[in-house]
């Protein structure tokens, strides 16, 4: 733990405890994206329009743990500021305090425990006195004192309580963590997890625990058990047979009424639900429900029979609308604004759960591979009009990609053109990309009513496979244990995807020792889960087919799953060049009136420079990351792959100022005030995209 002096650290604290909430006024930014809204929304305006252009760094705070050779650590942290004191989280998963005025460290804890955490932030809670940080690592969720960094000792088990407790079934694997900050109401803390999205998922339930104790108060099933609402949509006994419909993306909290509103995911596996038939409630649904006691108020659901990964991929955003009221005059609602990897927004009553957009029930029936029971219509927004575009055909390549002619070859040979395709043995052709469209970042929204959403537009493609069944005597060799646990992210021909999300292992000694490889795979680290149901000899067998030893040595065979079909990736379309293959814009940042649902404007967000150079337009990058909006009519943004910040006038869209960063901002901004003066903070923890990896939080201000 790092300490400050005594001197500093004593003011630190008298500010602390004498400083009223302020919340309200926007001196604090105290939850993830700013409030329980998750409306990344501040109603401070010193920084505006005329004076933009002056910002300079005010402080820079190096958090320590980038992975500066292999570039694999990442920063998703969207710090939050409470009476001048900024908490976030390193590069290698420490969560820390700093003083927000300068960025001096106060505190830092020791947490080891960080298998397959990749971390969006922590969660706080005060009561008096009291005062608590809680933060999820690997499969721990951790209380720490805010002011100290100390361990509540009280809370769980000394400090800490085990996430996989109550989300075990049988066959599942180890794999959970609350990598993004939960929602607190009143004396609970509300907690939704990532899961793995194999076929040996755990379960996805969401939970409500005591913030003083630790002890669990109530639990929402998301799949349901046997006589449960919505246990009819599955088939019998499935919570002892499926995993996954969990809350992974973030919830939002209207404490007025006591409603928390939460997307849940899809159930597993991703891309192929035979052994699931049905509708699968409560996946791939928005659920509100009652944050005293779990109870479901209502639900929507978004996506039926995902087989397509399909899950929303942030939290919704709470907000006040004009719509027609019964007597067709115009009213205020309050609304909760679900956005979706697809492109669209769903858009409901908060109370009642009603739709203020037509919704349509469109029919589809495309083919798919035997077993599977694709459901027969899905929901589609009529409006708000879609942020994204919704189909690529090989009209739609670029007019500059390389490899034109075999690009073309295989599009015509694969299934594209239109949504809710089911993946088939031949090449299936995602558009939006599989993550997006809309992203974990989410959108922002204003006390106008409008949505503020960056989304990206680039082609995925994967296919089924039969899993390798072979096996002789049940024995199995490193390289079918890579091909069932391994190519799906890093290729079969180890080589990763273009864009880097999935890093090449060809070359891997220049990285890793074997012994490193070894330890990491049961693990995990970062976006990759922990693969702690191989055994000892399964996984030194596919350390040696990766390090190209000994690949056709073989190992007793364990259980590899029920499922007969495997996908071969998430592979994203870029060129030789390393450009998306498709038109652009392949990022775009859209303003949407939900009063209307009509489009306002759309940019595209990061650049190429070198295309740039060559007169082409402004493409936009993919990105990862949300959006700030400010009362003075500004929007923040990072999340490129140009390692940019950038400024834009909220109601035109035109960018305003932009500034390099040492490392991508791959996170959402902050901002917050201490003694009259704004700051915006980003983290800069890149790390994707082929992009440097870093651990600087970075702090602007007006001199």
């Known amino acids: 733990m790092k300490i400050v002096p005594l001197f500093a650290f004593l003011a630190v604290i008298t500010a602390m405890l004498s400083a009223p909430n302020l919340a309200e006024n926007g001196e604090n930014w105290p939850e993830y994206n700013g409030n329980g809204a998750r409306n990344h929304y501040s109603p401070l305006a010193q920084i505006n329009a005329e004076n933009v252009s002056q910002l300079k760094v005010a402080w820079t705070y190096a958090s320590g743990g980038a992975d500066t050779i292999g570039h694999r650590t990442q920063m998703q942290c969207n710090p939050i500021i409470v009476d001048g004191i900024l908490y976030g989280v390193s590069a290698n998963t420490q969560v820390f305090a700093l003083d927000a005025a300068n960025g001096n460290p106060i505190w830092k804890s020791k947490v080891t425990e960080t298998e397959g955490t990749t971390s969006r932030g922590v969660t706080y809670w005060r009561e008096g006195e009291e005062k608590i940080i809680f933060f999820g690592a690997g499969k721990w969720l951790y209380a720490f004192d805010a002011l100290r960094g100390k361990p509540i000792t009280s809370f769980g088990q000394n400090g800490r309580i085990n996430l996989k407790e109550g989300l075990e079934r049988p066959g599942a694997d180890e794999y959970v963590v609350a990598n993004t900050p939960n929602v607190i109401f009143k004396n609970l803390l509300i907690v939704g997890v990532r899961v793995s999205e194999s076929e040996t998922a755990l379960l996805g339930d969401i939970r409500a625990y005591d913030v003083r104790t630790g002890k669990k108060v109530w639990t929402f099933r998301t799949i349901p058990q046997m006589g449960e609402l919505g246990a009819d949509t599955w088939p019998a006994n499935s919570r002892q047979n499926i995993g996954g419909a969990n809350a992974w993306a ?347 649902g009509e489009r306002l404007w759309q940019v595209p967000l990061g650049e190429y420079p070198e295309l740039t150079a060559k007169g082409i337009p402004i493409t936009g990058t993919d990105n990862y990351g949300g959006p700030l909006v400010t009362a003075s009519d500004l929007l923040f943004i990072a999340a490129t792959r140009d390692e940019r910040l950038r400024v834009f006038d909220k109601k035109t869209g035109k960018q305003l100022w932009q500034t390099q960063l040492p490392a991508a901002g791959y996170a959402s901004p902050s901002t917050y005030s201490i003694a009259g003066k704004q700051y915006v903070v980003i983290a800069c923890g890149g790390g994707k995209l082929k992009t440097k990896s870093g651990d600087k939080y970075v702090a602007f201000a007006l001199p």
């Open 250 to 596: 973030g919830m939002a909290i209207d404490r007025e009424r006591g409603i928390v509103y939460a997307p849940t995911g899809s159930a597993a596996f991703d891309f192929y639900g035979g052994n699931r038939k049905g509708d699968n409630l409560f996946a791939n649904c928005l659920l509100a429900l009652d944050a005293n006691t779990g109870k479901r108020l209502w639900h929507y659901q978004l996506v039926r029979h995902d087989i397509w990964d399909r899950d929303p991929p942030a939290p919704p955003n709470l907000l006040t609308v004009m719509h027609n009221g019964p007597d067709g005059r115009p009213r205020k609602v309050d609304a909760v604004a679900q956005i979706t990897k697809q492109g669209y927004i769903f858009v409901f009553d908060r109370v009642t759960g009603k739709p203020l957009f037509p919704i349509e029930d469109r029919k589809y029936s495309y083919d798919a591979v035997p077993g599977e029971f694709p459901a027969a219509s899905q929901p589609i927004p009529v409006k708000p009009t879609y942020f994204a575009r919704q189909r690529f055909v090989e009209q739609d390549l670029n007019s500059f990609v390389a490899d034109r002619d075999s690009i073309l070859g295989l599009i015509r040979k694969s299934r594209t053109g239109g949504p809710y395709i089911p993946i088939g043995k031949e090449t299936t052709i995602f558009f939006p990309g599989t993550d997006g469209g809309g992203q974990w970042g989410g959108a922002a929204a204003d006390p106008q009513g409008i949505l503020y959403i960056p989304s990206k537009e680039i082609p995925v493609y994967t296919s089924l496979v039969i899993k390798s069944q072979e096996t002789n005597g049940g024995f199995v060799t490193g390289a079918q244990l890579y091909k069932q646990n391994c190519a799906a992210c890093h290729g079969t021909d180890r080589r990763g995807n273009h864009d880097g999300s999935y890093p090449s292992l060809v070359n891997i000694n220049k990285r890793l020792t074997a012994d490193a490889l070894n330890k990491l795979i049961p693990k995990g680290r970062g976006m990759m889960p922990p693969f702690a149901h191989l055994s000892v000899a399964e996984r030194q067998a596919i350390v040696d087919f990766v390090f190209q030893k000994e690949s056709d040595k073989q190992v007793v065979s364990s259980k590899s799953g029920a499922l007969p079909y495997q996908h071969t990736g998430y592979n994203r379309w870029y060129d030789r060049n390393g450009y998306p293959i498709n038109q652009p814009p392949w990022g775009t940042l859209t303003a949407t009136d939900l009063n209307t």
